[in-house]
């Protein structure tokens, strides 16, 4: 495995490649959840990148970017064993230079949810995904579908800058008790982490009402809301894949998402049905 920090390196390495190239971009703190990622590359693609870079320009002011788990020689470890070609990890001053051109999220997309909670968190997002699949220039990269709206965001702005590569989408990859797996898990207590178990029971209750019949999105969310107390609920919704709200659900079109505060730290988890 091949560890590259300078992008102009790593361009010159992939240059003229003729295999698929499978990248997976990820802001480090490895977990199953990333490695679901590497696995779904290894086996649509003849060579398999990884970006890790813990992305300042996605972090609003007094969020937690200083206090971000970094395990570095963890996360190679983990991406040798998954059989990674390549680890892409950048210093931030071989991104970034001062005063340079930046993708803007879309107005109405990019401040819903998760943009609502955190405004412009997503031209950080969109910026570093277009350039990291400028640098690896793969056939195929991987995104969760834990950050829901991250990924219809980037398959967006794929789509919008005619860009050639495809988007391809991985389930969430959870705890044995339901807990979806997250870098940010680590912050919680052992008590928290309790708490933290409403969200993916909620969702789970969610899916049950859906399978009884029960469609009116307000009345699900009203019964998400009960069980999630006390914590504090940053959003719940219920929308179709293009992330715009609807009234009932419509199966094979229909995500609920959920972000909600444990403490200190936020968590998300989605339902896709
Ligand atoms: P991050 O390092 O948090 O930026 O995540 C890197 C990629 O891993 C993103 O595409 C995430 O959506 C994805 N990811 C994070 N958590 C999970 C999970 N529990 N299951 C599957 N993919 C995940």
Known sequence: MKI????YELKKYLNGTSQSVGFVPTMGALHKGHISLIKKAKEENTFVVVSIFLNPTQFLKGEDLEKYPKKDEADKKICEIAGVDVVFFPHAKDIYTPDEASILAPNVRGYILEGASRPGHFNGVLS???????IVNPTKAYFGKKDAQQLNLISLMVKQFFMDVE???VDTMRESDGLALSSRNIYLSQ??????LKISV??????????KKELHTTT???AMREQLAPLEISYVEIVNRGFEPIEAVEIGNTIILVEAKVGDT???DNIWL
């Open 4 to 7: 590259i920090s300078n992008p």
């Open 128 to 134: 570093i995904v277009m350039k990291l699949l400028h």
């Open 167 to 169: 988007i391809i989408a």
């Open 191 to 196: 008590e928290q982490r309790k708490e933290a």
């Open 202 to 211: 909620s969702l789970y209750e969610a899916s049950k009402m859906v399978s």
């Open 220 to 222: 699900i969310i009203k």
């Open 266 to 268: 936020r968590l998300l």
